[in-house]
Nanobody, 123 residues
Framework: VQLQASGGGLVQAGGSLRLSCAAS????????MGWFRQAPGKEREFVAA????????YYADSLKGRFTISRDNAKSTVYLQMNSLKPEDTAVYYC?????????????????WGQGTLVTVSS
């Protein structure tokens, strides 16, 4: 199983980035797909998630309205569109997959993790 995250980089405050996560190696149709992030010296935190089997999406309250999670079923790819970026959004962003039965916001329930992609927002 592989989750390949990409799309990170350096962007100025107020800018946008779109992260991608290509999933392969198994069928994720019943899984929850999520994005987490970890800033230097901080704990990993939930960003956004959805269930492949539904249209429900979940967001960290603080990020609603700026971040959007989406998917391309044909490509088995998950996206995270990030707008109006702020320096405090600087972090390594990880995509992850959790089997059914776990809360989308609970990092401990995710079984598979990508390698992370670094997002740096300059002021």
């Amino acid at each position: 199983v592989q989750l390949q995250a990409s799309g990170g980089g350096l962007v100025q405050a107020g800018g946008s980035l779109r992260l991608s996560c290509a999933a392969s190696g198994r069928t994720f149709s019943a899984y929850v797909m999520g994005w987490f992030r970890q800033a230097p010296g901080k704990e990993r935190e939930f960003v956004a998630a959805f269930r492949w089997s539904s249209t429900n999406t979940y967001y960290a309250d603080s990020l609603k309205g700026r971040f959007t999670i989406s998917r391309d079923n044909a490509k088995s790819t998950v996206y995270l569109q990030m707008n109006s970026l702020k320096p405090e959004d600087t972090a390594v962003y990880y995509c992850a997959a959790a089997p059914p039965g776990y809360s989308a916001q609970y990092a401990g329930g995710y079984r598979y993790w990508g390698q992370g992609t670094l997002v740096t927002v300059s002021s």
